[in-house]
């Protein structure tokens, strides 16, 4: 396998260097694209220093989908057949990469495959045995792409900005007739977001919730219904477990987060954002 790796940074802490050490060796090349306007000297430096590293800053955040476009289009000019796509805060257990990468190789129709990711459950297996499994969506981290198929496919959706687009990609590859494949036997660490106690309203015992900023609501109100526009009536149970989802969070946001008035105001923008078409980068 000819394999490189993306990751996209946004004002990491140091520790963005020991989750990239944890899969350093096992590419060829990592393009590091850092959306931060002001980059941290002391990371960009430590970045810089490791000699497949590729690191790319032009000042300006311009999202996800942007820049996993950018990326696979330089990957595929420098002969890249596929493209790892990492979170910053995401890493690998030793051995678990080369255990991915084996698994693929293995995979019979890998040429129709859109796709391959991980498992990012907490209770693991840590089988060697292959279990791969058709799904319709995957998260970015962790994910390997087949650059063959990504023209073919179209790219990501930059009218999305951040938010959904691994589910718009992942909707839109099995819509054309491409395979979406996650291997159960694969974990990854991965951090799910900053989760935080608090007393149910219910049944005032303590839970976590995991709560965001109102601009994430903005973008995950805005672009679920920009998904589900496209997407119901071919993925209806898929749109509907989504659909769940978000009205989860924005109830867990209106109940417990701090900024909830600007939760609801920004979620009610989202809403009349996507009524009038206007997507890409929040002004």
């Known amino acids: 396998m000819k394999i490189a790796g993306i990751v996209i940074l946004y004002y990491p802490d140091e520790n963005v260097i020991e989750n990239i050490s944890s899969y350093l060796n096992s590419l060829d090349t990592i393009y590091i694209v850092d959306n931060s306007e002001t980059p941290s000297k002391l990371i960009v430096d430590k970045l810089k220093s490791f000699s497949n590293v590729i690191y790319l800053h032009d000042a300006e955040n311009k ?3 942007i820049r996993l476009n950018q990326i696979s289009n330089l990957a595929i000019n420098d002969g890249f057949e596929w493209l790892l796509t990492m979170d910053q805060d995401s890493s690998f257990k030793s051995g678990t990469l080369n255990k991915y990468f084996n698994c693929i190789d293995a995979f019979k129709e890998q040429e129709n495959v859109s796709m391959f990711g991980i498992n990012h459950v907490i209770k693991e297996d840590e089988s060697t045995i292959c279990n791969p499994v058709k799904v319709h969506h995957l998260i970015t981290s962790g994910s390997i792409l087949n650059l063959r198929l990504v023209n073919l496919i179209g790219g990501f959706d930059e009218k999305l900005f951040i938010d959904e687009v691994d ?70 149970e898929e749109i509907n477990i989504r659909k769940r989802i978000l009205l989860n969070r924005i109830k867990n946001n209106i109940l417990y987060n701090k900024e909830r008035f600007k939760v609801i105001k920004n979620t009610i923008k989202g809403f009349g954002d996507f009524r009038k078409n206007r997507m890409g980068k929040l002004k």
């Open 63 to 65: 999202g996800i989908a």
């Open 167 to 236: 589910f718009e990609y992942c909707l839109r590859s099995v819509a054309r007739g491409f395979d979406i494949i996650q291997f159960l036997n694969i974990f990854l660490n991965h951090n799910l977001g900053q989760t935080s106690q608090h007393r149910s309203f219910k049944t005032t015992k303590l839970t976590s919730r995991n709560l965001h900023s109102h601009i994430r609501m903005y973008y995950m109100t805005r672009n679920f219904l920009y998904v589900q526009s496209k997407y119901s009536k071919i993925f209806p």
